[in-house]
C-alpha cells in the first residue's frame, strides 16, 4: 500500500486503526500490572481451551446460574482490541468462575484487585473500540479522523467519579494518543477533508467533546 502511494507520487497518511493500535500498547498494555491481569485471565482461558471435560462442567455452571453458555474469549497478543475482548469475555463469566473454582482447580485466579484492574480497564478501552470499528468501517472518510481523535482525547481527559485507580492509566493512554496522532492532526488531508465534508458524523458524546 505505501509503494503504491509512492508510485501515484500521493503522499500516504498512514493506518489509523494501526496508530491507535500502538498507542494503546505504549499507553496502556505495557503496564506492568495490566501485563500481569492478561497474563492470568490467558492462563484461566487457555486452561478451559484445552480441556473439553473442564468446558463441559463451566457450562453445566452457567446453566446452573441461569446464565447464557458461551465460552471464554482468547485474545491475540498482537491485536489489541483483543486483549479488551478477553477482559470482557472473563468479567462476564465471573460468576461462573468463581463457582467452577470452589469446586475444581485452576491454574491461576484473580486477586480481588485484578477483579477490580480488568473492570476499570474494559471500561478504559471502550472508547477506543469505538473508534477502531469506526475508522475501520467501508463507509469511514479521511474526513471522520481528526472529530474522532479529538472526542477520544475529551474522554480521556475527562474527570469522573469511577476514575480512582486508572487515573494514571487514562494520563498515560491521553499522552501516547497525543504523542502518536501529533502529526495526524497537523496534516493537511485530514483538516481539509473535515472542513469540506458536511456529512462527518458524529454522536452527542463526540459533539459536547469537541
Known amino acids: 500500500m505505501v509503494k503504491a502511494m509512492d508510485d501515484l507520487e500521493v503522499k500516504s497518511v498512514g493506518c489509523v486503526a494501526h496508530t491507535l493500535q500502538l498507542a494503546v500498547h505504549e499507553g496502556l498494555l505495557s503496564q506492568r500490572s495490566v501485563i500481569g491481569a492478561l497474563a492470568t485471565a490467558r492462563t484461566i482461558v487457555g486452561h478451559f481451551k484445552h480441556s473439553p471435560l473442564a468446558y463441559s462442567r463451566l457450562g453445566d455452571i452457567q446453566k446452573d446460574l441461569k446464565m447464557d453458555v458461551k465460552r471464554l474469549q482468547q485474545d491475540v497478543q498482537v491485536r489489541w482490541n483483543s486483549s479488551l475482548y478477553i477482559l470482557q469475555s472473563i468479567l462476564e463469566q465471573?460468576?461462573?468462575?468463581?463457582?467452577?473454582?470452589?469446586?475444581?482447580?485452576?491454574?491461576?485466579?484473580?486477586?480481588?484487585?485484578?477483579?477490580?484492574?480488568?473492570?476499570?480497564?474494559?471500561?478504559?478501552?471502550?472508547?477506543?473500540?469505538?473508534?477502531?470499528?469506526d475508522v475501520s468501517n467501508h463507509t469511514a472518510s479521511a474526513a471522520d479522523v481528526i472529530p474522532a481523535i479529538k472526542a477520544l482525547k475529551g474522554v480521556l481527559s475527562r474527570e469522573k467519579t469511577t476514575d480512582q485507580g486508572v487515573r494514571t492509566m487514562k494520563s498515560t493512554l491521553l499522552e501516547a494518543v497525543e504523542t502518536r496522532f501529533a502529526e495526524v492532526e497537523e496534516e493537511p488531508l485530514y483538516s481539509i477533508a473535515t472542513l469540506v465534508d458536511q456529512d462527518t458524523k458524529t454522536d452527542s458524546s463526540q459533539s459536547q467533546t469537541i
Open 94 to 133: 465471573k460468576r461462573a468462575l468463581s463457582v467452577y473454582a470452589a469446586d475444581y482447580s485452576l491454574p491461576a485466579t484473580l486477586t480481588a484487585n485484578q477483579w477490580t484492574l480488568m473492570e476499570k480497564t474494559a471500561e478504559v478501552l471502550a472508547p477506543f473500540e469505538e473508534l477502531t470499528r
